[in-house]
């Protein structure tokens, strides 16, 4: 299974932005769907984006028009980049792949350590 290494998270105050990486074990246009996921305390872990190796882009509802997905392959690396930071957005992001973008699709990687990311007054 690919493997990532997530980072760039830390504490922001409400409005402030933050710009996530994630670097894969393995070239990511090689990888069909490359995803953002957050898990807040408490809650299940939620897709938050994803972006295809054709570029497709999906949000989830909550993100559109603050979050944008982007993938570099020379670098093997996906960005998450986050502004006008909600405390609602709290929560450890994760990154993973998938063999589809339909709901359900089977991942392909395996869960890493994630990056906590605090928006707090």
């Known amino acids: 299974q690919v493997q990532f290494v997530e980072s760039g998270g830390g504490l922001v105050q409400p409005g402030g932005s933050l710009r996530l990486s994630c670097v894969a074990s393995?070239?990511?246009?090689?990888?069909?769907?490359m995803d953002w996921y957050r898990q807040a305390p408490g809650k299940r872990r939620e897709l938050v984006a994803s972006?295809?190796?054709?570029?497709?882009?999906v949000y989830e509802d909550s993100v559109k028009g603050r979050f944008t997905i982007s993938r570099d392959g020379a670098k093997n690396t996906i960005y998450l980049q986050m502004n006008n930071l909600q405390p609602e957005d709290t929560a450890v992001y994760y990154c993973?792949?998938?063999?589809?973008?339909?709901?359900?699709?089977?991942?392909?990687?395996?869960w890493g350590q994630g990056t906590q990311v605090t928006v707090s007054s």
């Open positions: 972006i295809t190796s054709f570029g497709n882009i």
């Open positions: 393995e070239t990511v246009s090689s990888l069909y769907v």
């Open positions: 993973n792949s998938r063999s589809g973008l339909r709901s359900g699709s089977p991942l392909t990687g395996s």
